[in-house]
């Protein structure tokens, strides 16, 4: 190894251990509160008079009535309106809903399009008509029996704001459903429910969440990016208020097993919160010196790169010809592990879950050239793409 190459690797492997750093952090903090006991659940302090499930839909013709007729059974165990918001439908969405019993609203602005401006249109209009709690789950979703009642208790014992389990439909329909599966118990079960466990914010995760009519007179929803979702829980902390964690119920969203619907969907995402960390980084780094502590970990979750890009940086940290940068990066891998591994125990996972991560280094590649199509997602001006849905898959619950 020439003394060029050897200095070339040494600063590139710890650029990568920089880089990665942060979200090895937040990984062990989220890991070992994910796998502690739960706190206890508050006793009640108020009785939610009008609850309403609100479902934003856009061209969903296909599936709304199976997300609606969920919420109807979970009626049975607390009751609820359901609201269906067609947003710039082109399709039956706004029938097929009507059809299946729920009440629709529909919005009609082609040059404000998206599911943040849906939200804001519908929390706007009916927090004038008395609601004092709204619900939200995703068009192609389902929600587990008990939704509705675990929500709403979360809403009675004081929280302003409160999120679910949000797991895959149907992870048993590719390599990748069951791939995604195991990113979501990790990101959507093990690390809210180790915020909760150390008294942090839980987060929302896009689906699956519910939102009190104090807290959006106080934080209105004006998140219109492609991550409304984190966009607006940002907005709650820098204004004081928290999102509980109900662990006891799910909403299970369909994903995208093949073809366009897979990238366009990863892009969205992925691409997003990199937009959100050129944004809102900066601001987040000036408040932590001026008593805003509680702001650090949503720093070390937005710095968090997506899995699979933070195992090849941490590779890169291993591979170094340094000594320390490779005990970081086996360090840092061993993490990636034991929070893998706590996602599959404490989300209820199984063998095929455990085994599926053998196929985990193709997926890591497929990632990976994936960058150029993120890094595009993640421009100002990028516009808000609909998901396809793989529409002839069946669907597992």
Same mark, same amino acid.
Do not use: C, M, Y
């Given at each position: 190894m020439t003394a060029t190459f050897r200095a070339a690797l040494v600063g590139i492997s710890a650029i990568a251990a920089a880089w990665t750093l942060p979200g090895t952090l937040e990984l062990l903090l989220v890991t070992i509160g994910g796998i502690l006991r739960p706190r206890p659940?508050?006793?009640?302090?108020?009785?939610l008079r009008r609850l309403l499930c609100v479902i934003p839909a856009h061209n969903e013709a296909h599936g709304i009535a199976r997300c609606v007729e969920s919420l109807r059974a979970a009626v049975s165990m607390r009751e609820a309106e359901i609201v269906v918001i067609a947003d710039n439908c082109a399709d039956q969405t706004a029938a097929v809903a009507r059809n299946a019993g729920?009440?629709?609203? @529909?919005?009609?602005?082609? @040059?404000?399009r998206g599911k943040g401006y849906a939200l804001e249109f519908a929390f706007g209009r009916l927090i004038a008509e008395g609601a004092d709690a709204f619900l939200v789950v995703d068009a192609d979703s389902r929600v587990a029996p008990n939704f509705i009642a675990e929500m709403a208790a979360v809403l009675e014992a004081g929280a302003a704001a409160v999120q679910c389990r949000y797991l895959v439909a149907n992870p048993g329909v590719s390599l990748r459903t069951r791939l995604m599966?195991?990113?979501?118990?990790?990101?959507n079960v093990l690390r809210p429910r180790g915020r909760e466990r150390w008294g942090l914010s839980a987060g929302i995760l896009g689906n699956g969440f519910g939102l009190a009519a104090h807290t959006l007179e106080k934080m209105p929803y004006r998140a219109t990016s492609v991550v409304e979702d984190l966009e607006y829980h940002l907005g709650l902390i820098a204004v004081g208020m928290d999102v509980r964690f109900a662990d006891q119920t799910a909403v299970y969203g369909e994903m995208p097993a093949e073809g366009k619907g897979v990238k366009t969907q990863r892009a969205r995402w992925e691409g997003g919160r990199l937009r959100m960390i050129g944004t809102t980084v900066p601001t987040l780094v000036r408040s932590i010196p001026r008593g805003r502590g509680r702001m650090v970990e949503p720093l070390l979750d937005l710095l968090l790169l997506p899995l699979a890009l933070h195992v090849g940086l941490l590779a890169l940290a291993l591979a170094a010809p340094v000594a320390v940068l490779r005990l970081y990066g086996a360090a840092g891998l061993a993490v990636?592990?034991?929070? =893998?591994?706590?996602?599959?125990?404490v989300g209820g996972?199984? /063998?095929?879950? !455990? !085994? =599926?991560?053998a196929w985990a280094p193709f997926y890591v590649l497929w990632k990976i050239c994936m960058l150029p199509t993120i890094l595009r997602a993640s421009r100002k001006d990028a516009p /808000?793409?609909?998901? @396809?849905?793989?529409? &002839? &898959?069946a669907v597992e619950v």
């Open positions: 659940t508050p006793a009640p302090q108020r009785i729920a009440r629709v609203l @529909e919005r009609r602005d082609p @040059e404000q599966n195991v990113a979501l118990l990790g990101f990636v592990g034991g929070h =893998v591994a706590a996602a599959i125990a996972g199984g /063998w095929r879950d !455990a !085994a =599926v991560l /808000w793409v609909r998901t @396809e849905r793989d529409s &002839k &898959k």
